[in-house]
């Protein structure tokens, strides 16, 4: 959730107005205009409007999204769908020529349907065990979910081909390269934009909190980035963002580490923010937190002050894993900012769209939070997941995969191979 600036822009010199207005919405700051004001960030005068135009819409945006928060898992997924919707629109019309698409009647549909054919194969990738969980009770419900994860792929595939072939019948003679460079455009969003973001959604079911930890630190280190730059900011750190500062970047650095330390503990103590769901169902949930979210005690060292009213602090394990997550959050992910700020000044926008005063588009407020979920799913199931297979997986995929007959032909076997190693034994 990077943006081109820790602060609002410098101001400008009237010579250099024209110049400016010459430069059609880019983002980038003239070194002369740096050189004018003598420093890069603090001498604006014009920031502070900027700066309340974008607490007013961070206000917001953080308000609707703790609501949807607490509403829970479901509504955190649907969510995100409206958040891909969105970007693959503002990306979508970012090489759209009006003139083409006259001469072309449907073709912009064919974007859409890539679109939702790859939403079709991921979430049914992620979710179908959840799915197939949910209708256990019903079975005419349970026969169909089972038919479509069985046939998922396949189904998916052919959907693919169909707009493949949907392509290939709408070529027009003096506009292939249009269309060609359309189809490799939609194909990139695809993999680069919405493939990343899905990994948000396994983290979701995975427990509300490897969701919102990772998503609040990105938040966290835009905020402080801003706000020490916007006070301290004088070394550019990166021509790609010549707003973005060193004091900004090491500022928010540090602050998103202790963060993530501090939150972790906040949240781990919440059930219905660390427990995996199991099915689509909504409600809360209660489990057994487990060792990571069970707290130890460790003793205050002795050069802590008198007054200090706690000679122990409760730590839970889980914050050592969070003081990672907010490393990486911190010095990884903010290039997940820059590589947006370099394909925007490639098209010579200044934002991707519109849509949020102060912010710009979706999709500005996005490009950390892809890093970050991807790392987040990879660490979680790397480090945090038991890497045995535990009985219920086993279990689910007896009664999703095999018949009744096949069922009670492996019970049969299962109990001869159990017999004969108690006899074995005795």
Known sequence: MQKDNDSGGPSTPSGLTGRLRRRRGSNEVPPEVVKANGSLLVDDRNKYKSMLIRIYSSVWMIGGFAFIIYMGHLYIWAMVVVIQIYMARELFSL?????????????RLLNWHFFFTAMLFVYGRILNQRLAN?????????????????????TCYFLYIAGFMWFILTLKKKMYKYQFGQYAWTHMILIVVFTQSSFTVANIFEGIFWFLLPASLIVINDIAAYFFGF????????????????????????????????????LGRFQWLTCPRKDLSTGWLHCD?????????????????QWFPWREIPILPVQWHAAALGLFSSIIAPFGGFFASGFKRAFKIKDFGDSIPGHGGITDRMDCQMVMAVFAYIYHQSFVVAQSVSIEVIMDQI????????????????????????????
């Open 95 to 107: 090489l759209r020529r009006a003139h083409e698409d006259r001469r072309l009647r449907g073709f």
């Open 134 to 154: 949910t209708v256990t009770s019903d079975t005419f419900l349970h026969k169909l979910v089972s038919g479509f994860i069985k046939y998922h792929m396949v």
């Open 399 to 426: 009664l999703m995969n095999l018949t009744f007959e096949e069922q009670r032909a492996l019970y049969m076997k299962l109990e001869q191979i159990l017999q004969e190693k108690v006899f074995g034994e005795s």
């Open 289 to 305: 937190p487990g060792p990571l979210f069970k707290p130890g005690y460790s003793p205050v060292p002795q050069w802590f002050p």
């Open 231 to 266: 006070f301290f900011g004088r070394t550019p750190l990166i021509k790609l963002s010549p707003k973005k500062t060193w004091e900004g970047f090491i500022g928010a650095s540090f602050a998103t580490i202790l963060s993530a330390f501090v939150l972790a503990n906040i």
